[in-house]
């Protein structure tokens, strides 16, 4: 099934989407307090949604995150991507990569929707997108293996990973980044689809084998397959439940794929600015087999308010 959240009619919604409609829950309820409840009371209101008798188009209403997370954790989990990076920088993939699925925890405030428009953030003069897919954990567990992982993961959303390049380099030096870098805008959507769904997709070695493209303004920048992942969503979960709780809601993003997947990972292998910054006007455009596509319009965002520089120690 595929669950949404939505507005209509000025009220917040959730419910199944199926042929080009929704079918809203019969009650009034958030997508993740079901989750919360276990996979079981999700399907079954899922089930009750389709047989009402209530159907909305989709063109009607205002997709919304499929659910607001707790925590979100982003990982770098396609070896090209970190090249590519890397090489921008003067730099390669360092062996630390290899040891394990690396992430950062991110601003779950931030969340928006499959069609919203995006701001430049404050004082961002290289803005980036990051075409990922995210697990939505389903229900609570730690110190997971792979195998017990895979009954944790209810379902999988498309990520858009919004990056102030510029901001996020300053970060970096410091090495406390990124954080002003990745905390304006993450786009989830335009649904939650559930791991049953996508389970045709698995490979015998435990990866889902999604084709992913990216375009700016109707122009293909970027495509991969999700398969070229170095860690499976399982194998992420585990580490991301070593020695700490996963609970649901949580997401896991899978970083960002390769081939164009963002422009910070084309300017480092070109070693120019092309294609060139994201700037008001623009439109990113994501599409996932099997999950659906988002899209959203950059618009201006506003200053930053100003902050004296640290005060140095006599």
């Known amino acids: 099934m595929k669950f949404a959240s939505f507005v209509h009619d000025g009220k917040r919604r959730s419910g199944v989407v199926a042929d080009d409609r929704v079918h809203p829950f ?7 307090d079901l989750i919360v409840e276990g996979e079981e009371s999700l399907h079954a209101a899922g089930t009750r949604a389709v047989l009402g008798s209530l159907r909305l188009p989709l063109a009607d209403v205002g997709l919304l995150p499929p659910l607001q997370p707790p925590t979100v954790r982003d990982y770098m989990t396609f070896e ?17 990569w290899y040891a394990a699925p690396a992430f950062y925890f991110t601003n779950p405030y931030a969340m928006i929707g499959a069609h919203d428009d995006v701001p430049v953030p404050p004082g961002c003069g290289r803005f980036d997108f990051e075409l990922e897919v995210a697990a939505v954990i389903g229900k609570a567990g730690r110190d997971l293996t792979p195998e017990q992982a895979r009954d944790h993961i209810i379902g999988y959303t498309i990520l858009n990973d919004w990056s102030a390049r510029d901001l996020q380099g300053r970060e970096i030096r410091v090495k406390l980044g990124p954080a002003k870098g990745k905390d304006t805008a993450t786009t989830l959507g335009p649904w939650l689809v559930t791991a049953d769904e996508l389970e045709p997709h698995r490979t015998a070695d435990g990866f889902l084998n999604l084709d992913l493209t990216v375009a700016v303004n109707g122009e293909t920048v970027g495509q991969d397959r999700l398969a070229n992942m170095a860690w499976t969503f399982e194998e992420m979960a585990a580490y991301a439940s070593r020695g700490t709780w996963v609970r649901p809601g949580d997401v896991l993003g899978s970083g960002t794929c390769g081939n164009g997947g963002c422009l910070a990972e084309l300017w ?24 659906g596509t988002i899209s959203n319009t950059v618009v201006e965002g506003v200053a930053p308010v100003p902050l004296p520089p640290a005060r140095r120690r006599q």
């Open 26 to 32: 019969e009650h009034p309820v958030d997508l993740l």
């Open 80 to 96: 090209s991507h970190v090249e590519g990076v890397a090489r921008g920088y003067g730099d390669t993939v360092p062996e630390e």
């Open 268 to 291: 480092g292998r070109g070693g120019v600015l092309e294609p060139p910054p994201l700037v008001a006007g623009d439109t990113v455009t994501m599409t996932v087999e099997g999950i």
